[in-house]
């Protein structure tokens, strides 16, 4: 079993990276989340790993945090929860959002991730629930603080991060991409290109 990879990104897009380790290239699947963490090709990485094996294919998967790929363990458990899907909600929402969403039993951001229709919502939440509610690590990190914004907020100037979100999608990324790529950042004394320097950044597009 591949638990880690540790080496030089050669290559990556928003589903899949491919690290050279020892002169191996190990192409692995990652979620959107895990994309917007990866430095730029040719610089070192490390991936936490879970390696799927089906009766057709072997298949690695990479996570940038040890918490992501805990979800996406629990996330494939589910009856009728393939990989894709697992990523998908992992493109989606941060480990710490998904446990709030599943804990308050909110269906309609559950259906926000693509290819999760309500009923699905629903099945995901209540094969969740109760494995979430045993994990101390998840729910400290999605406890809320006095101030702290709503989930799937970013605390930000938002002219600066307005301007910013049009800057790139006016260069060619998609809303996912773009909002992956801004989530969390700040801008400093209110400056837009602050906000889109980091984002393209993360994209693997800057300096």
Do not use: C
């Not at 090709?41 to 298949?59: K, N």
């Amino acid at each position: 079993m591949i638990s880690q990879l540790r080496g030089i990104l050669l290559e990556a897009t928003m589903s899949q990276a491919v690290i050279d380790v020892g002169g191996v290239g190990y192409e692995v699947g990652i979620s959107g989340t895990t994309a917007a963490a990866l430095p730029q090709a040719g610089d070192e990485v490390r991936l936490y790993t879970r390696m799927r094996v089906s009766s057709d294919a072997v298949a690695l998967f990479g996570f940038s945090s040890a918490a992501e790929r805990s979800v996406f363990d629990r996330l494939v458990a589910v009856s009728g929860v393939g990989a894709r899907l697992a990523l998908s909600v992992l493109s989606t929402f941060s480990p710490d959002q998904l446990y709030t969403a599943v804990m308050a039993e909110d269906v309609k951001t559950m259906s926000k991730v693509p290819g999760v229709g309500k009923k699905t919502a629903q099945r995901l939440i209540l094969e969740l629930k109760s494995v979430f509610a045993h994990d101390r690590g998840l729910a400290a990190a999605a406890t809320p603080l006095a101030g702290q914004m709503p989930l799937g907020t970013v605390a930000e100037n938002t002219t600066a991060l307005d301007d910013a979100r049009a800057a790139l999608l006016s260069m060619g990324f998609s809303p996912q991409e773009t909002d992956l790529a801004l989530n969390g950042l700040e801008a400093t004394d209110g400056r837009a290109e602050d906000l889109l320097a980091s984002a393209l950044k993360r994209l693997g597009m800057g300096a």
